[in-house]
């Protein structure tokens, strides 16, 4: 079983509007981290959150970690088309790095 | 700055053949991972090597296997190949990653089992 999942699988929005995706795990971790990933191109790491901060911010991306509920949210303010790709949240427990489903986001200019 | 460097970036392979994959971390990096991303799936973890010793082990197949040498590049070797092993196949590096380091990924390496 997949140790984040992610919630929703696809997500269509107009330019300028927000987006927000959900991830979800299931064992303890030392940090979550949000990747990005375009259509068949390599990950590309957006932020980490370690497991004793609740909120990070880096530009447009707001990240929350919720560890009581084992959850995070990835938010993308003022989307840009430019942002339309795949994105994962990756769980770091030990020395692994475990990645859930991922969010399809789409961003309509 | 030098990245994760993967060859080859595709491979086109006939059922029943083995295959390399090639990894060439960052510099300095002492944790090396590999994945496993079919279409549409999010990746899969597949044994990860630490100071090139392995660390830990997902789901990978017993045909397959890895190693990280002296000068720290990392190897899967593939056999027996089967359809099913059509994938993406990412190399990621990262300095211990449980000290909130950041992994940093290749761009991968298609494999086309035909």
């Known amino acids: 079983s997949q140790q984040g999942e992610e919630d929703p699988q696809a997500l269509s929005i107009q330019e300028g509007e927000n987006a927000t995706m959900n991830c979800s795990y299931k064992?303890?971790?030392?940090?979550l981290q949000w990747y990005r990933q375009n259509s068949g191109r390599g990950l590309v790491h957006l932020i980490l959150i370690r497991s004793n901060e609740r909120e990070k911010h880096s530009g447009r991306l707001r990240v929350t970690l919720d560890t009581s509920k084992k959850s995070s949210s990835l938010l993308i303010t003022a989307s840009r088309a430019a942002d339309t790709a795949s994105y994962f949240c990756a769980t770091v427990a030990g020395n692994m790095l475990t990645f859930g489903g991922g969010t399809r986001l789409m961003v309509k200019p | 700055a030098a990245g994760v460097i993967q060859s080859p970036r595709h491979l086109i392979k006939e059922k029943r053949e083995t295959a390399t994959l090639k990894c060439y971390p960052i510099?300095?990096?002492?944790?090396v991972y590999w994945y496993q991303q079919g279409p549409g799936q999010d990746p899969q973890f597949l044994i990860s090597f630490y100071e090139k010793m392995q660390s830990d082990k997902g789901s990978i197949p017993d045909r397959f296997s890895a190693q990280q040498f002296s000068d720290y590049h990392s190897e899967l070797n593939m056999s027996s190949l089967e359809l099913g092993d059509s994938a993406l196949y990412f190399c990621?590096?990262?300095?211990?990653?449980?000290?909130?380091?950041?992994?940093?990924f290749g761009q991968g390496t298609r494999l086309t089992v035909v």
């Open positions: 990621a590096s990262s300095l211990v990653v449980y000290m909130n380091t950041e992994a940093f």
């Open positions: 510099p300095r990096h002492d944790t």
């Open positions: 064992t303890s971790i030392n940090n």
